[in-house]
Nanobody, 123 residues
Framework: VQLVESGGGLVQPGGSLRLSCVAS????????MGWFRQAPGKEREFVAA????????EYADSVLGRFAISRENNKDAVHLQMNTLKPEDTAVYYC?????????????????WGNGTLVTVSS
């Protein structure tokens, strides 16, 4: 099973980035997909998640109104549109998958992780 992220990079404050994650190796039908991030010296934290149907979404308070999660089930893909980026958004962003919808979503619930993609917000 693989979750492969892409789209990270360096962006100026106020800019935008779109992260993508493609899953392979098994069927992810019914799986919740989401994103976590980990900044240097900090614990991994929840960012956003979406249920299989798309009917349920959740965001961390720190990104609400700036980030938007979406998914393409026919491609086993999930995306994270990040707007109005701030220096404090700098982190490695990890794609995550779990077999059910849970709230609040915690890192120890995750069944599968990607290897991460680095997002740096700096002028």
């Amino acid at each position: 099973v693989q979750l492969v992220e892409s789209g990270g990079g360096l962006v100026q404050p106020g800019g935008s980035l779109r992260l993508s994650c493609v899953a392979s190796g098994r069927s992810f039908s019914g799986y919740t997909m989401g994103w976590f991030r980990q900044a240097p010296g900090k614990e991994r934290e929840f960012v956003a998640a979406m249920s299989w149907s798309g009917a349920s979404t959740e965001y961390a308070d720190s990104v609400l109104g700036r980030f938007a999660i979406s998914r393409e089930n026919n491609k086993d893909a999930v995306h994270l549109q990040m707007n109005t980026l701030k220096p404090e958004d700098t982190a490695v962003y990890y794609c995550a998958a779990l077999s059910s919808w849970r709230r609040p979503l915690r890192a120890d619930y995750i069944n599968y992780w990607g290897n991460g993609t680095l997002v740096t917000v700096s002028s």
